[in-house]
Nanobody, 122 residues
């Protein structure tokens, strides 16, 4: 069964850092486009980043550019989201999702993880 599992969430103070992991089980990332999303209470789900399998390009939401970085470990079938200079407005449940295709439209992602909570205090 294809499954995505996120880890690495927690509570930090503003200005701190966290690294989230997204590991695939039951399939390999090689052909998949993988997105990180976040969902804060009372807000719409927001795309954070999108890693395209085809050409390896990575896109970031304007709100996280320069602070968040995506990297990938092929051997571990894992995608990481390094989050630096965290702000209280980054507080949300962060989820990863994957599909075979272009971009990271929420409605086309085939596999979703359950998410990991990031809480940033001021």
């Amino acid at each position: 069964e294809a499954q995505l599992v996120e880890s690495g969430g927690g509570s930090v103070q503003a200005g701190g850092s966290l690294r989230l992991s997204c590991t695939a089980f039951g399939f390999t990332f090689d052909d998949y486009t993988i997105g990180w999303f976040r969902h804060a209470p009372g807000k719409e789900r927001e795309g954070v980043s999108c890693f395209s399998a085809g050409d390896g390009t990575i896109e970031y939401a304007d709100s996280v550019k320069g602070r968040f970085t995506v990297s990938r470990d092929f051997a571990k079938n894992t995608l990481y989201l390094q989050m630096n200079s965290l702000k209280p407005e980054d507080t949300a449940v962060y989820s990863c999702a994957a599909h075979i295709g272009l971009g990271c439209p929420t409605n086309l992602m085939d596999h979703w993880g359950k998410g990991t909570l990031v809480n940033v205090s001021s």
